[in-house]
């Protein structure tokens, strides 16, 4: 049973047993014996033990693991052995003499501070992406300025997340150079003023080295060029999902915003919002839709930064708790204003009104629909509305106006509007149809009806409609003005009797149907098996009038001055009846 000791490795605890213990303390202090008369001696110290650190965290799976014999000479093989470097000046001028190399790494993203402007994002990308700095500084400009100030943000995210590269191990992983000893003495000493050029030019060139054996031994291995594959397209969705989540947020961003949620912009589609909205104010529900949608983007964001960063930053537990509650209760208050808003248009009420008018069936009345500028200028239905000003009082303006024409025996006619809308109860729903404001005129023998209706602005739009329905005396004339036509499309189940098509003619009205008084006599052309025209003479003894089939046998039928003839034979007498036609001949 082995003894374990608790050690401080760069600020952070580990447990470890004691074998392990002393063979970690022997290569710690040959590495300082190493380095003794080195410049800069403690910060390598320092760095060294913090790569140390960063290796066993990577190792151990949980707090209480104990770090065994092991994992530490797993941590020296890494790092390089004491005797594997040699620090004083005359070795280090023997170097190019080496044959050992050490495989390279990949690059991870830090935030370069030493070399940036404000938080050393665009340096940081910079040894990422393999480019100077400038460029990127200049395409986040650029990106800035085309989407109006909004990639600010995902600078500042990257500001938040990207950690800093503040260890010399930090620094190399951010170049892809490997973190060894041998790598952390030599940055360290690359910035003191002390070292020569020449050992300089032998650290380019090892590398130099090194990068170009990774590079042949990548393009003769076939698995090292799936797993580039593979992580290239990992890195692939990691961008795209940047790109969507990005883009998306800002989005929400500029729509929380822009659009006159807060007053910021005085956008004209947030009066119509607040005409159709019902219950909850603008700026809740913008609210609310910017976090439901905006907090599952935000995450794909993070998932995005986490491929592409290695060593990203977590949340935290407290954060994403706050997170999730926040995105619950949005969800949960949509769902509730939703339901208000379904129920408070649940039921539908009417008003209806009648009046007399005085057209007699021996009248001509003329019929026409009329608009006002001042409203609207549209003289065609249609379910959508406006929004105007009457006297400084804003109000809905609509063109849902229904025109049905039916036939009475009256001796007057007469005109009938039924104003609908809806509402969360029979009462509500009938109040605001009977503020909807709806006006006819007869003058003499003209009808005028408005093609629009209004409504105050404070009652909101709920799908008000106007329905107007037209009794006419028998016997009368109507001459129906083309501009009704949008107005009287209706189903065969409101009865309407004027037909589409019959606009601009004059109408006999008959009983439950119209007789066009004016319109071209259509005639059945026997020979061409078509309508021919008004002109033909159809009193000519040669020709017959029509042709019937009876009992599976077609029959010719002339009828004219004289009688009816069927089949060049007279006819004494002809019945119709329930029970079919019954034409009777001479023997």
């Not at 390598?44 to 092991?70: M, P």
């Not at 629909?369 to 009082?393: C, E, I, P, Q, V």
């Not at 107005?487 to 004059?506: A, C, K, P, Q, V």
Request: net charge negative; hydrophobic share 40%; with cysteine.
């Amino acid at each position: 049973m082995n003894k374990t000791v608790n050690i401080n490795l760069a600020g952070t605890f580990f447990h470890i047993d004691e074998d392990a213990y002393a063979r970690l303390q022997r290569y710690l202090e040959a590495i300082r014996h190493s380095f003794s008369n080195t410049q800069g001696r403690d910060e390598i110290i320092s760095d060294i033990e913090a790569r140390i650190a960063e290796l066993f965290n990577e190792k151990i799976k949980n707090d209480r693991q104990v770090i065994s014999i092991k994992e530490v000479e797993e941590v020296i093989t890494i790092m390089g052995q004491p005797e594997d470097y040699m620090v004083d000046e005359e070795i280090f001028e023997d170097e190019p003499k080496r044959t050992k190399t050490t495989k390279t790494v990949g690059k991870q993203l830090y935030r370069d501070t030493e070399n940036g402007h404000v938080g050393g994002v665009s340096s940081g990308l910079g040894h990422y992406l393999g480019i100077e700095a400038i460029w990127v500084r200049l395409l986040w400009i650029l990106l800035t300025i085309f989407s109006s100030g909004a990639f600010i943000l995902i600078y500042i995210a990257f500001w938040i997340f990207v950690p800093e590269a503040k260890t010399t191990a930090d620094k190399l992983a951010m170049r892809g150079e490997e973190v060894t000893v041998s790598n952390i003495e030599k940055k360290i000493r690359e910035g003191f003023h002390e070292v020569s050029d020449s050992i300089k030019n032998v650290d380019y060139e090892k590398y130099g080295k090194k990068a170009s054996a990774g590079a042949s031994s990548a393009a003769t291995t076939l698995g090292d060029i799936i797993k580039f594959c593979l992580k290239l397209i990992v890195k692939f969705v990691g961008i795209l999902l940047l790109l969507i989540a990005g883009s998306t947020l800002i989005g929400l961003f500029v729509g929380l915003f822009a659009v006159g949620t807060f007053g910021i912009i005085e956008a004209p589609w947030t009066d119509y919002i607040d005409v159709v909205n019902s219950g909850a104010p603008i700026w809740l529900i913008s609210l609310l839709a910017f976090f439901a949608v905006g907090i599952p983007f935000f995450f794909l964001f993070v998932l995005g930064l986490k491929i592409l960063v290695k060593n990203l930053k977590s949340l935290g537990r407290i954060a994403l708790l706050t997170l999730l509650g926040v995105w619950l209760i949005s969800i949960i208050g949509l769902t509730v204003i939703g339901i208000s808003q379904a129920t408070n248009r649940a039921f539908d009420g009417e008003v209806a009104s009648t009046e007399k008018l005085a057209i007699t069936p021996q009248d001509t009345l003329f019929l026409k629909m009329r608009n006002d500028d001042k409203y609207t200028g549209k003289t065609w239905r249609s379910s959508d509305f406006r929004l105007a000003y009457d006297n400084n009082k804003k109000i809905i303006v609509g063109n849902d106006i229904r025109l049905i024409v039916k036939s009475t025996k009256d001796s007057l006619g007469k005109i009938e509007i039924i104003k609908m809308a809806e509402g969360k109860n029979y009462e509500d729903a009938k109040e605001r149809a009977d503020k909807i404001n709806y006006s006819t005129s007869l003058m003499g023998n003209q009808l005028l009806l408005n093609s629009f209706y209004t409504s105050d602005s404070g009652y909101g739009y709920r799908d008000q409609e106007v329905q107007v329905t037209l009794y006419l005396p028998e016997g009368m004339t109507l001459y129906a003005d083309d501009n009704v036509s949008s107005f009287h499309r209706n189903y065969e189940s409101y009865g309407d009797i004027l037909n589409s098509g019959e606009e601009g003619h004059f109408l006999k009205i008959m009983e439950d149907e119209t007789l066009c008084e004016d319109c071209p006599v259509e005639t059945w052309d026997d020979d061409n098996e078509d309508w021919g025209d008004e002109d033909r003479d159809w009193d000519s003894t040669d020709e017959f009038n029509a042709r019937i089939n009876v009992n599976g046998e077609e029959m010719d039928i002339r009828v004219n001055d004289e009688g009816v003839e069927v089949n060049d034979k007279k006819v004494n007498r002809v019945k119709i009846d329930s029970n079919g036609i019954e034409i009777n001949t001479p023997s």
